[in-house]
């Protein structure tokens, strides 16, 4: 009787420690809380319009001279604007929309007009971080116009970076006329 008194002590021990075990809980180990970082939000881009929708090829009129012009006459008349950028930025600003709506509303007027994009940066940075947001900077202006309706066949962009500023200045009024995308027309 001893033993079988021993015996059930021991088997009674050894399942209370098998249920203490199985229901200890353990230290739930979480990853460290990470403060979320507010992500750059992109230039908002108008819904793409089919061109024979809203955005009927227009046609010159007859005594509308404008192609008659060479390209460097084209080029230095002002009819496609600049759109200037704020600093380290490739968004298209709120304020320059409606410049680049009016470049997308000539260049459907004359729907055989190409254009270069030149993606420019003022002279801060290095030429190699420049080249490439000077690359963002003008295929943000393209990809606006072909979102309103430009064929993307007629707009070719390329990265001038820091290399040719339109104001040698060195100050914040200078380098906020050298963070643009210039409008180039190469071909009519």
Not at 80 to 106: H, T
Not at 124 to 145: C, P
């Amino acid at each position: 009787m001893k033993n079988a008194l021993k015996n059930a002590s021991l088997l009674l021990i050894c399942g209370v420690v098998a249920v203490g075990v199985a229901c200890s809980k353990k230290p739930v180990k979480t990853a460290p809380e990470v403060e979320a970082t507010p992500m750059a939000q992109p230039t908002p881009v108008p819904t793409t319009v089919p061109k024979d929708s809203s955005f009927p090829e227009t046609t010159p009129r007859a005594d509308d001279m404008t192609l008659s012009q060479d390209l460097a006459s084209l080029n230095t008349k002002g009819y496609l604007r600049d759109v200037y950028y704020e600093f380290d930025k490739a968004d298209i600003r709120e304020d320059q929309r409606n410049f680049l709506s009016a470049n997308a509303e000539w260049l459907r007027k004359y729907n055989t007009v190409k254009v270069l994009i030149e993606g420019h940066c003022d002279e801060r940075g290095t030429s190699q971080y420049n080249l490439a947001l000077g690359d963002k900077r003008a295929n943000a202006a393209k990809d606006y116009l072909v979102s309103l309706g430009i064929d993307g066949s007629r707009v070719e962009t390329r990265s001038m970076g820091k290399e040719r500023p339109f104001d040698m200045g060195h100050d914040e009024a200078a380098w906020s006329k050298n963070r643009r995308a210039h409008f180039v027309v190469t071909a009519k």
